[in-house]
């Protein structure tokens, strides 16, 4: 079991560690994670994986009392990659997050629930399924189904709600630094995708009155050293002159750093 405590006035932060000790802070609030102790969590069934975080809890400091309960915020339960290979790769399958002092006794609860295809101990695709609203009485379901790069990165994004058409995103990486990002895109322009395919079935929504397709990229720029020096918005039209005729823009953002010797690089 792990502690922190921290007092409200913003000041001091302690963390406790060996054992459950007792917290004398009226006023503090102490922020509690359990981890499983064993694992029985397999690739169809969600359970603990040892050392792994189960509740998030918090509780109030005790006063010089012993009567304080952690309330308990969030429970996490996990799954294991199913390809068979002897190297195991667990993830969080469950999120449940509770909305009242009852904790885990209470039925209702706001759960997120996640599946995945692996290669080996890498994640290929994930679905997560997820509550959408606020309170205990959510107003729909939102499945985000997401294909990763061979680093793990986002590579595609769908999300549909329910019955409603759903949304595309795509996403480019160069060592680890987003380059490009498309919102809402159109399937159909293929040139904009840097040579990576869209998965098989995704497709622009259609439809009478439909306003899906968009097509909203943003293009980053970086430096040698990582940062970046150029952001470019969706292209657009708007009448630049006042003739009352469209013209193609974009918005544009550049850094500009300063070096001020060769040992420290600050930005201006």
């Not at 792994?52 to 010089?64: A, K, L």
Request: proline fraction near 3%; aromatic fraction near 12%.
């Amino acid at each position: 079991m792990l502690n922190w405590r921290s007092d409200t006035d913003g000041g001091e932060f302690e963390y406790i560690k060996d054992g459950d000790p007792e917290v004398t802070d009226d006023d503090g609030v102490v922020h509690r994670y359990e981890y499983y102790a064993s694992t029985d969590a397999t690739a169809s069934s969600a359970g603990g994986v040892k050392g792994y975080v189960r509740y998030e809890q918090v509780e109030c400091g005790d006063g010089y009392t012993d009567d304080t309960t952690p309330i308990t915020l969030i429970e996490y339960k996990y799954k294991r990659n199913t390809d068979g290979s002897g190297d195991k790769a667990y993830y969080v399958a469950e999120r449940y997050e509770y909305l009242d002092t009852n904790g885990p006794t209470k039925t209702a609860s706001l759960n997120t629930s996640t599946s995945c295809v692996f290669s080996g101990t890498d994640v290929t695709d994930r679905t997560i399924t997820s509550p959408v609203g606020e309170g205990d009485d959510p107003i729909g379901t939102l499945v985000t189904i997401e294909v990763l790069d061979n680093a793990g990165h986002v590579r595609w994004r769908c999300e549909a709600m329910d019955t409603v058409e759903y949304n595309i995103s795509y996403f480019n990486y160069n060592n680890g630094r987003l380059v490009k990002w498309i919102e809402d895109v159109d399937t159909s322009q293929t040139s904009d995708f840097d040579g990576n395919s869209v998965p098989s079935g995704w497709a622009t929504a259609t439809g009478s009155g439909s306003d899906y397709g968009l097509h909203l990229m943003m293009v980053y720029t970086y430096d040698d050293a990582g940062r970046m020096t150029e952001e470019l918005g969706p292209p657009h039209y708007v009448d630049t002159d006042g003739d009352g005729d469209l013209e193609a823009a974009q918005t544009a953002y550049w850094s500009v750093y300063e070096e001020n010797d060769l040992g420290s690089v600050n930005e201006r």
